[in-house]
Nanobody
Framework: QVQLVESGGGLVQPGGSLRLSCAAS????????MSWFRQAPGKEREFVAT????????TYTDSVKGRFTISRDNAKNTAYLQMNNLKPEDTAVYYC???????????????????WGQGTQVTVSS
């Protein structure tokens, strides 16, 4: 059974940084693409970033390019999202997603496939 547990969220001032972690279990982590999504109050869940099984290929939504970095450690079964220069509009619940090798990138980015964690709250405010 796929289990994903996010951590690392919190309250941070604009311009600050946070590092989210997603601890995975119940599946062969190194074979899965890992992604981060977020959902702000009153809005639909949106794609943030994704990383392939090897960690060599990453894709980001335009609004976080140059500020966020997705990474993974296959030895620790953990994915990360380093968030720098945070802005108030980054405030949301951040979710980790795991998708098997047969699910394509476009499908993953739609948010309609894969398994989900419970989310971690990120609040950017002064």
């Amino acid at each position: 059974q796929v289990q994903l547990v996010e951590s690392g969220g919190g309250l941070v001032q604009p311009g600050g940084s946070l590092r989210l972690s997603c601890a995975a279990s119940g599946f062969t982590f190194r074979n899965y693409r890992m992604s981060w999504f977020r959902q702000a109050p009153g809005k639909e869940r949106e794609f943030v970033a994704t990383i392939d099984w090897s960690g060599e290929r990453t894709t980001y939504t335009d609004s976080v390019k140059g500020r966020f970095t997705i990474s993974r450690d296959n030895a620790k079964n953990t994915a990360y999202l380093q968030m720098n220069n945070l802005k108030p509009e980054d405030t949301a619940v951040y979710y980790c997603n795991a998708a098997g090798p047969r699910i394509g990138l476009v499908q993953i980015m739609s948010g309609n496939f894969g398994s989900w964690g419970q989310g971690t709250q990120v609040t950017v405010s002064s």
